[in-house]
């Protein structure tokens, strides 16, 4: 039975996650939450957001519920169903939220690059 190939330097990468959380610890908004607002903004409905993304309408909603309560504001208008169904749209305070995050994670991205790259050279360097 062949074993499999050993791993090199060179196949070993950083990966690192960003949560926000309340002053007293109860509960997290993860990276998660950050894709469902920006489903949930290009599908215009909780429902069609959760879906693809694979989540249940439950979960989805949990997660928001979750978020806002966190937060202290809402993140959705919602308008109940009827002719044309049901549709939600985010808050102006979730647009700047999701605005603000991805901006957070853009300078993290770089950040953490510049960080790993020096990792590196002082791995193969020293």
Known sequence: MDK??????????????IWLSGLVGHGQIQSEIFALL???????????????LGLSYRKAWGQISEAEQILGYSLLVKQRGGKEGGKSSLTSSAIKLLEAYRALQQRFDESVEAA???FINKLNNG
Do not use: G
């Open 4 to 17: 499999p190939p050993r791993p090199s330097r060179s196949d070993v990468f950083l990966n690192y996650k």
């Open 116 to 118: 790993y790259t020096d």
């Open 38 to 52: 920006e489903a949930i903004r290009n599908h215009e409905t909780l429902k069609s957001a959760a879906d693809s």
